[in-house]
């Protein structure tokens, strides 16, 4: 055989590879969002099935957000010291279990813990597949993948209230909302075998194990100050409707925060990795790139809360008709994200300026359809057609924001780096749905659906505006240095 010959088996074998893990990774990662966004059409069957309240609803929600955000670094951290492949599987089959207990669950009680469970699975497997997209794949092929982990972010946000809404009609309400959570088995079930066969060896850095210092240069101090750090900052936005007291958390948690920063230099000094590498801060993509993600998942993921409320509420449609005004959007998303992740290699911070003006203008449309249709009774499926055009910004927005974020990231700190823009995107869906539903729901009972609608729809306009602003100036900034 020929050295020509040799090389290109050879570069077919890597290719092959990666094929089978970007399949792998995807499949987690559909499985963990759509476990987010289809337990929404799920809770008020839940409701009437468990006899749960309020607060038990919350905590369905809440407590998959709290826990995964907590656990995002950490886990994030440990695959890049150990093996992103063992945690990768350890973490799908933690969340494939949790699916189980939360679909039998008989009281809410331990639905709730189910649902930690569910977000502790979700924070150690999420972080090692962004980790191994940066491994495995480089340059323009990297902007491929992380374009159809953009195109799996929204088909799977999109396409949970209409899934949802279907289970629950075809098998009932009792039924139908434990199967919201049981068809995510056979998912996990059929991603740790591929994983298992189809990673990479090692799995598992054994001999990293076997060495003295292991444990400390996990940095479990610092993990615990940033899980606490998060907690804090999290939890006022999902529980201060019991008590405007846990609004004292949140400047707790931006002083852990600092502190946190405080012991990360510390423990660099001292010869130690840290966690978090703080000087990937000081490069310009990733900082950018971490504010305008937090900022953009601020504002977008209300979206999805918003316009069911309003179909539901305010129109009389049922979850499966509101579901289904959504799957435009998912659909450009999908046609978007892998088409623009391919031309981020060849137009960089452009492809994400254009992503954002184009979700502005999708919005816009969308405050008028709500106008039109209040005022003139026009057809609300013009709705429909609003968030198709901002998923065309969608799709062109986040895969290239994570491609160019995480660019000049080190290898070594590919899981911790993914997992702070993950964490940076969980922040900014918890505070970002806390406050403009907070909003809206202020503002219905003096004004209307229809105003209070369109004003949450502005803030969240505002949000992606100042995203832009953002990327406008880092572009202008480094066409002027070139």
Known sequence: MSNVEAQSNAHSAI??????IIIVILSAIFMSLLSVSIVNVALPSIQS???AGYADLQWILAGYTLSFGIFLVGAGRAGDLFGRGALFIAGT???TLASIASGLATDPLHLNIARVIQGIGSGFLTPQGVGMIQQYFHGKERGWAFGLFGTTVGVSVALGPVLGGLLINLFGADLGWRLTFLINVP?????????????????LAVEK???PGWFKALDPIGAIILGLAVLAILFPFVESYRSPVLWVLLPIGLVLVLLFIRWERRFEQKGFSPMVNLDLFSITTYRNGNISMCLYFLGITSIWVLVPIYLQQVLGFSAFESGLLGLPSALMVSFTAVRAGKAVGNYGIKVVIVGLAVSLIGLLFAVLAFYLNA???????WLAVALAIFGIGQGATISPIQTLTLSEVPL???GSAGAVLQTGQRIGTSVGIAVITAIVFTLQPIYSWMF???????TIIAMILIALLINLRGWKKSHSTA
């Open 15 to 20: 290719d092959q590879t990666r094929k089978r």
């Open 49 to 51: 099935s468990l006899h």
């Open 93 to 95: 089959f933690l969340f």
């Open 187 to 203: 998912t996990g079930i059929l991603t740790m075998t591929l994983a298992w066969l189809w990673f990479p060896r090692p799995l």
């Open 209 to 211: 194990l076997k060495q």
């Open 375 to 381: 005022v003139y009774n026009v057809s609300i499926w």
């Open 412 to 414: 070594n700190y590919a």
């Open 452 to 458: 209070a609608t369109m004003v949450g729809f502005g």
